[in-house]
């Protein structure tokens, strides 16, 4: 794709670099998007394998999800820019075309060790990882789940923001609603159900609401479409991106929002919004870095996983959270704001 195209798209942020991959004997077509590099250091993003209309949206999803790792890893205090690599499914994805598509993607990135390390993303399971393995060093995620650090992390960052609003970090008694059960939301109910109020559920899949419900007596089951405007105490967004839009942001009736999902206010002024409704949002890519903060450990001491001191490092984030907190209270500016702002004096003072 020429470079004047890229350059017209809404996600280019003056990326360091941006690969397209392809290999017509297995019908390989991915790209590598690399957003900040800072200096040696090789820049880290998740590879995640998706349908995607056509080349243009799988090339603008990597722009736009490599931006935003360049934020989470600023925030989490990791010295690495942020990356993605997307492969886009083809017609024959599947079965043993796609093994040989992982094959051909890890022989390419290879080539890439010292300016990009990868992982596990939506549609890349932990053992494509060791097929990937065979032929290219630069993947992490071998250690542990990076999945249960996310989760840890997007916990305490919700305790942090219940104690910030209510003078309190305790959910005792304190009403929730969750989006989404998946392996984020789940996590959160369970570590809040037992102590919590109502906690009001929802999730497209039936099935993960059923079971919330038989775990849980204190769970309330609402339709997808209506759970943002439950009258709690927080919102956890813990299923897609955009979860808080210019259609819906009105109808919000919560005191905190907190919660895993990527993306989860739809542009800045959705942020300055909910600030001026007096919402304490938490910035997503802050509370969400567990699983980052956890694979960069792997590739830092590639020879001695310790558990404790990854969790160590994931309750971190609890600190950053109180820190732009602060900020926002002492600036009268959005957290969202502060956050980025942050994120960008990091990144963007990087050679
Ligand atoms: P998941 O795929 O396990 O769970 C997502 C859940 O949301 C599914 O149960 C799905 O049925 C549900 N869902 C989809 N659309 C919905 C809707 N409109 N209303 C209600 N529920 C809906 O994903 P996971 O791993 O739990 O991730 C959740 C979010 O956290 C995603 O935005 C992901 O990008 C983000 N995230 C996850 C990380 C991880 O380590 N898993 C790391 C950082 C961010």
Same mark, same amino acid.
């Not at 394998?49 to 935003?68: G, I, Q, V």
């Not at 993960?208 to 849980?216: D, F, G, I, L």
């Not at 542009?267 to 909910?274: A, F, P, S, T």
């Not at 990854?310 to 502060?338: A, N």
């Given at each position: 794709?020429?470079? *004047?195209? $890229? ?9 360091k670099?941006?690969s ?19 200096g040696?250091?090789?820049?880290? /993003?998740? !590879? ?7 080349? !243009? ?15 989470k890893?600023?925030? %989490? ?5 942020g990356?993605?690599?997307? $492969? ?6 599947? /079965?043993?075309?796609r ?5 051909? =993607? ?7 060790k010292?300016?990009? &390390? ?16 065979? =032929?290219?060093?630069?993947? +992490?995620?071998f250690?542990?789940?990076?999945t249960?650090?996310? %989760?840890?992390? +997007?916990?305490? /960052? ?16 304190? !009403? ?30 039936? *099935?993960? +609401?059923a ?7 204190n ?19 813990c %299923?897609?991106? @955009?979860?808080?839009?210019?259609? @819906? ?12 999902? @990527? ?24 509370? @969400?870095?567990? /699983?980052?903060?956890?694979?960069? *450990?792997? =590739?830092?001491h ?21 820190? &732009?907190? *602060?900020?926002? #209270? ?7 704001r &502060?956050?980025?702002?942050?994120? #960008? ?7």
């Amino acid at each position: 794709m020429e470079q *004047d195209v $890229i350059q017209s798209l809404p996600e280019y942020d003056e990326h360091k670099n941006v690969s397209f991959l392809r290999d017509d004997k297995t019908n390989m077509r991915a790209f590598v998007a690399i957003h900040r590099k800072n200096g040696d250091m090789p820049s880290f /993003g998740a !590879t995640r394998f998706w349908k995607y209309d056509n080349e !243009t949206e799988a090339l603008r999803d990597a722009l736009r999800l490599s931006c935003l790792m360049s934020y989470k890893a600023a925030l %989490a205090g990791l010295p690495c820019g942020g990356a993605k690599g997307v $492969i886009f499914h083809q017609e024959d994805s599947a /079965g043993q075309g796609r093994t040989r598509i992982l094959e051909s =993607y890890a022989k390419q990135i290879s080539s890439l060790k010292d300016s990009f &390390i990868t992982g596990t993303d939506v549609g890349v399971l932990q053992s494509d990882l060791f097929v990937m393995k065979r =032929y290219a060093q630069n993947i +992490v995620g071998f250690n542990d789940n990076s999945t249960k650090f996310t %989760a840890l992390g +997007v916990v305490h /960052g919700i305790q942090c923001a219940v104690e910030r609003a209510f003078r309190s970090s305790s959910v005792k008694g304190r !009403t929730f609603a969750i989006q989404g059960l998946g392996k984020i939301g789940a996590a959160v109910l369970e570590a809040i159900a037992p102590e919590a109020g109502d906690v009001y559920v929802a999730d497209t899949d039936a *099935d993960k +609401v059923a079971s919330a419900k038989r775990a849980h007596k204190n769970v309330v089951e609402v339709p997808p479409d209506e759970i943002h405007r439950q009258k709690v105490d927080v919102f956890c967004p813990c %299923a897609m991106g @955009n979860a808080l839009n210019t259609n @819906n942001v009105a109808e919000l009736s919560c005191s905190v929002i907190a919660g895993g999902a @990527n993306n989860q206010i739809e542009n800045e002024v959705v942020g300055d919004i909910l600030q001026r409704m007096g919402i304490l949002y938490a910035p997503d890519y802050v509370i @969400n870095a567990g /699983g980052l903060i956890a694979v960069y *450990d792997e =590739y830092e001491h590639p020879d001695s996983y310790e558990e404790e001191r990854v969790r160590h490092k994931v309750l971190t984030i609890e600190d950053r959270l109180g820190h &732009i907190f *602060d900020e926002s #209270e002492k600036h009268g500016k959005p957290t969202h704001r &502060i956050a980025n702002e942050l994120a #960008e004096q990091t990144f963007n003072a990087y050679a």
